[in-house]
C-alpha cells in the first residue's frame, strides 16, 4: 500500500521520540564535488549534524529507541561495537545526557588494529569521557550475542538493563530512520528538485530498512541506494530486507523487497580496512566541501557514489543526495593510515 508524506508523518507522530537528536539535519548542495566529477548534480544530508556526542545517524534512532529504555523504567543501557564504533559513541552519549549507566561491549579481533592510536584514540577515547563501562570481548561474528550477555549479568545483579542492539538496527530504529525520508521530501522540494537517487553507506541494516520503507511510501521514484562497507553484501541485504519488513508491519504500510539494493565492490578488503578508493573519497570530500568523512563507513560510501558516477549510473541533469551518516571522531583513529 502506499501512502503519502503527509500519512506517513502521522504514522511516524505515533512513535515518541526524547527530543535530544537535532532535527531536521541540513540538505545542502555539493557544487565543487558535482563540478569535478562532472555530474550529476550531488547533494549532501547531513546526518552527520544530529549535535549530541558528535552527531551521527544512530542518534536519529536513539531518540525513538531510548524513549522506549526511559518509558520502560530502564536503569542501565547496554550495548557495544568494535573499539572504534561509531554507534556505541552515540550510545554513550546519549545515556551520559539521561544520567544512566552505560555498559558496551567491546568486540576485539573483527579487525586487526590499523594504526598504533586506533584502541585509545577518536571513538574509544569518546567512550571513556562519556562514562561508560567498556566489557572487552571477542569477535565471534555474532553481533549481538556478548551484548545480550550482558544484559543477563546485569539483570542477575538486580540492575534493569536496556538492550540496544549493535549499530542501533532492530524494527523501532528502522521506524525512526523513515523520518529522514519525509525531512527530505520536504527539503527537495524547496530546493525545487526531486533526486533520482539516495546514497549511502550500509553494513548493519537497519539505516537502509528505514530510507526503504519510508521512501516507497512517500518518495516511491527515488532509489534508495546502499553502499555494503561490511564486504558481506548478501548478508546486509538479507538484514535489509528483515528490519524493512518488521519496521513496514509497525507502521502499517506495504514493503516490496525487490527494491532493496546493495552495492557491492566498494568495501576495500574487508570490515574497517580502508582502501585508495576510500581515502581518495576523504581527500575530495574534505579538499572540494569542507566535510569530514570516517575511513569505515562514510568514506566508503562516498567512494562508491563516485564509483558509480564514473561508471556513468546518473544523467548529469539528474539529483543526487549523499546522506552523511558522521563518524568524524574515527578519523583520528586511523590518521597515520591515511596518509593524509
Not at 67 to 90: K, L
Not at 105 to 130: D, I, K, M, Q
Not at 178 to 192: D, L, N, S, Y
Amino acid at each position: 500500500m502506499q501512502i503519502d508524506r503527509k500519512l506517513l508523518i502521522d504514522r511516524l507522530a505515533a512513535f515518541p521520540r526524547l527530543g535530544l537528536a537535532d532535527l531536521p539535519t541540513p540538505l545542502e548542495p555539493m557544487k565543487r564535488l558535482t563540478a569535478h566529477l562532472g555530474g550529476p548534480r550531488l547533494w549532501i544530508k547531513r546526518d552527520d549534524a544530529t549535535g549530541l556526542g558528535f552527531g551521527g545517524n544512530k542518534l536519529r534512532k536513539l531518540d525513538y529507541v531510548l524513549h522506549d529504555a526511559v518509558s520502560d523504567g530502564a536503569d542501565t543501557i547496554v550495548s557495544g561495537g568494535v573499539v572504534q564504533s561509531n554507534s556505541q559513541r552515540q550510545v554513550a552519549a546519549v545515556a551520559a545526557k539521561l544520567g544512566l549507566p552505560c555498559h558496551l561491549a567491546v568486540y576485539h579481533g573483527r579487525l586487526a588494529p590499523p594504526t598504533p592510536e586506533y584502541e585509545t584514540s577518536g571513538n574509544a577515547f569518546l567512550n571513556r569521557l562519556f562514562g561508560a563501562q567498556l566489557h572487552d570481548v571477542p569477535w565471534t561474528g555474532d553481533r549481538n550475542a556478548a551484548i545480550r550477555a550482558l544484559v543477563d549479568d546485569l539483570r542477575a545483579q538486580g540492575r534493569k538493563p536496556y538492550f540496544v542492539p549493535y549499530g542501533v538496527s532492530n524494527a523501532l530504529g528502522a521506524v525512526a530512520y523513515a523520518t529522514t525520508i519525509c525531512e527530505i521530501e520536504q527539503q527537495a522540494a524547496r530546493w525545487g528538485f526531486k533526486p533520482a537517487a539516495i546514497v549511502h553507506c550500509t553494513g548493519s541494516a537497519g539505516t537502509q530498512a528505514g530510507l526503504v520503507i519510508g521512501a516507497a511510501s512517500a518518495m516511491p521514484d527515488t532509489r534508495i541506494v546502499g553502499i555494503d562497507i561490511d564486504a558481506e553484501p548478501a548478508r546486509v541485504r538479507s538484514d535489509v530486507v528483515t528490519l524493512a519488513r518488521q519496521a513496514a508491519d509497525l507502521l502499517g504500510v506495504g514493503f516490496d523487497d525487490t527494491i532493496v539494493e546493495v552495492v557491492a565492490g566498494h568495501a576495500g578488503p574487508a570490515y574497517g580496512v580502508p582502501h585508495e578508493a576510500t581515502i581518495e573519497a576523504i581527500r575530495l570530500a574534505g579538499q572540494s566541501e569542507a566535510l569530514v568523512l570516517d575511513p569505515v563507513y562514510s568514506g566508503k560510501g562516498l567512494a562508491g557514489l563516485i564509483a558509480m558516477i564514473r561508471q556513468g549510473r546518473w544523467r548529469n541533469d539528474e539529483d543526487v543526495i549523499f546522506l552523511h551518516t558522521g563518524g568524524a571522531p574515527a578519523l583520528f583513529a586511523y590518521q597515520s593510515a591515511l596518509g593524509i
